[in-house]
């Protein structure tokens, strides 16, 4: 497929790179493409930044019929800019993308045209430490019309976005607060799929729980209520007696990028890994048996969150005497290490956009 370039008139000012936050601004272009039943996808277009003009009857805005992604680009040490697994990402997106009837794209052509919207706009892969450009892919139903069944017509867009270092002062532990009230999904459900619905799903809890002094909900499962899920937008992991365990991928988990990353170094590490069921009362247990050292989120966004305090009915466990653990610390160095090219890149992770 061809991919046609329009460039600019009106570049935009480049940020002050300390002083970045999360997806606020917006790089000068973006990625286009559509799709339709006689075409597929096509018209591939690198384009102006740009509203989408939508008829208030488009499916998308409501049914929801919609997938998305989130990667990073970084620029490396050697003034390089590469990416962590994209290709992992378009996986994903089209996994994402079956469970909602959205037509499946052509992964590598996708990626290719990802690496040359970066490549346009490379100027905004911000350069202090720890800073990165975040990248969406998005796909949304076009049909105008009202009525429940999947659209017949779509556009990909991809967007880029400058974000500032997560830990600017040095990691910054969460509080969570576990819920056997609300759920974010069900087994059978869309909970493995990167699809607005889960993230809608999650805010009024997630606003209930910030209103009692905690940073992020732990989902449990929406059946028995037991079984730990994952934390706010994060995978998680259990340090217990020296063993990794974080729950398996039963469905109503994403599988995350991030969550595979680590095992995958444990492994090499030779640290005991376990994706088994956990309840909530077996990491109760463990804290009050003195066998639980470690809690931690896992996610694009920050790599890796240390959890400081864990609520849960009328206790509140304090984690690692609210310390980041040393394992937290491993993961994330060792992570974000390969990421800026700073570590040799062990398990070919990382691609770089340069020649894209
Ligand atoms: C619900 C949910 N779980 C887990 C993750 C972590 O996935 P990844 O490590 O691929 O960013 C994310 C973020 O992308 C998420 O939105």
Redesign the pocket.
Known sequence: MDLRITLTKMPKQLPDDSKLGFGELFSDHMFNMDYNPEQGWHNARIEPYAPIMMDPATMVLHYGQAVFE?LKAYRTTNGRIQLFRPDQNMARFNRSARLVCIPEIDEAFVLLALKKLISTDKKWVPMAPETSLYVRPTIVAMDSFLGVRPSSTYRLFIILSPVGAYYPEGFNPVTIWVTDKYVRAVRGGLGEA?TPA?YAASLYVAEVAKKAGYTQVLWLDAIEHRYIE?VG???ILFLINGELVTPPLGGS??A????DSVLTLARDWNIPVAERPITIDEVMAAHKHGSLQEIFG???AAVISPVSHLAWQDQVLTVGRARVGPMAQRFYEAITDIQYGRAEDRFGWMVPVDEA
Not at 256 to 259: E, L, S, Y
């Open positions: 989130g990167k889960n994952e937008t994060m995978n988990i994403l995350g990028i991030t969550r896992s996610g694009t």
